[in-house]
């Protein structure tokens, strides 16, 4: 029979081919898939990863959809290296682009085309009240000692209840012919498309700037240094005094800013207004894009890139070949279960035991 034994310390290389290996073996199940769907898998897979990026808009819509994954999955990376997780950032998400969209609404009798004070403004509003929504987990799991995996991910429904109820009722367009939405903003409050013929904005930028400056933070800081003490040997890191109640709040504070900000280049950027939801599961897909990006900055913006393309193919693989809409859940479920199979033979290794016959006695 066999067994798993412990790696004592997996290389550096191993950790990284896993995800190779992850995608590697994702792109052989979909091959199957779509034979099974009776579509040629080499042509089915061209559509699916090579038509959403043939025209300029598609390259444009394939960045957009990957910034709300990658500022998401930065923030929620960070927490996760100190072994803080936060699952509620689809709900901060929303709370940001409350904040944001509400700022936008309340300022609209203010706002001209020279008006350079609002995108910073919104995008301050969005980033509190992402920290606002990750507070209230934090100071749960600190005060009382909660479990800030069900607090934060049980906020995430509660969000878009009150998203809900606000465009329904007081932020309701007066003139949008009675829809649950609410006004469109003023040009002032929208971020301008980088490139014409392209929708993906100035947070796509941002994202990769962010992604530098969490890793500098992750390796050369003293601040990154005791998060990953935190996370890694939480009995060494108190008896180094570092406070594990600060690393909980930055932790969460940090993704809850980040899914905030996120939540502010959405209704800001293609959206334009608050509607009654603005997250297809953006915080919830940001916590695979973390995962397969090994918790590093520069793997997450991978991550959300190629998770992002996985779901523009999901579309062109419904319109083209006439799939059903989940297969870009399969794919992206595969995509998970490939990357926890690679990491199990990343940290074990197969070993045969030999089983001694059992004695016969007379």
Not at 22 to 34: E, I, P, Y
Not at 67 to 79: E, F, H, I, V
Not at 195 to 222: D, N
Not at 325 to 350: E, K, M, N, P, W
Request: charged share 10%; hydrophobic share 55%; net charge positive.
């Amino acid at each position: 029979m066999f067994t798993l034994e412990a790696r004592t310390l997996p290389s550096v290389r191993a950790m990284w081919l896993a995800p190779l290996a992850a995608l590697l073996l994702t792109l052989l199940g979909g091959s199957v898939l779509f034979a099974a769907f009776g579509h040629a898998p080499l042509q089915a897979l061209s559509v699916y990863f090579l038509q959403p990026l043939a025209s300029v808009y598609g390259i444009g819509e394939w960045l957009l959809k990957a910034t709300p994954l990658a500022l998401c999955g930065l923030g929620l990376a960070l927490g996760f290296r100190a072994k803080v997780w936060n699952i509620g950032a689809d709900g901060q998400f929303t709370l940001g682009a409350i904040c944001a969209g509400g700022l936008a609404i309340a300022c609209d009798g203010f706002i001209d085309a020279e008006s350079l004070w609002i995108a910073p403004a919104m995008a301050l509003a969005g980033i509190a009240g992402g920290m606002m929504w990750a507070a209230l987990p934090a100071w749960l799991r600190t005060r009382y000692g909660s479990s800030e995996i069900l607090s934060s991910l049980m906020l995430a429904y509660v969000a878009p209840l009150l998203l809900g109820w606000l465009v329904n009722g007081p932020w309701r367009d007066p003139a949008g012919f009675n829809f649950p939405q609410s006004i469109q903003f003023a040009d002032a409050a929208l971020l301008a498309p980088l490139h014409e013929g392209a929708r993906v904005t100035l947070a796509f930028p941002v994202a990769l700037v962010l992604a530098g400056l969490l890793c500098f933070v992750q390796r050369y800081t003293y601040a990154g240094f005791r998060l990953q003490v935190s996370g890694e040997a939480p009995l060494a890191a108190r008896h180094a005094g570092y406070s594990q109640r600060a690393a909980v709040w930055i932790a969460m504070l940090t993704g809850g800013a980040c899914a905030g900000f996120a939540g502010y280049a959405e209704v800001a950027g293609p959206l334009g207004q608050l509607q009654p939801s603005v997250s297809p599961g953006y915080g919830f897909t940001a916590i695979i894009v973390a995962f397969v990006g090994r918790l590093d900055p520069r793997g997450v913006v991978l991550a959300a890139l190629l998770l992002s393309l996985l779901a523009l193919g999901g579309e062109a693989a419904q319109m083209t070949l006439d799939l059903p809409a989940a297969i870009s859940g399969v794919f992206q479920g595969g995509l998970l279960c490939a990357l926890l199979a690679c990491d199990t033979f990343v940290h074990y290794r197969l070993r045969r035991v030999y089983r001694k016959p059992a004695a016969h006695t007379s």
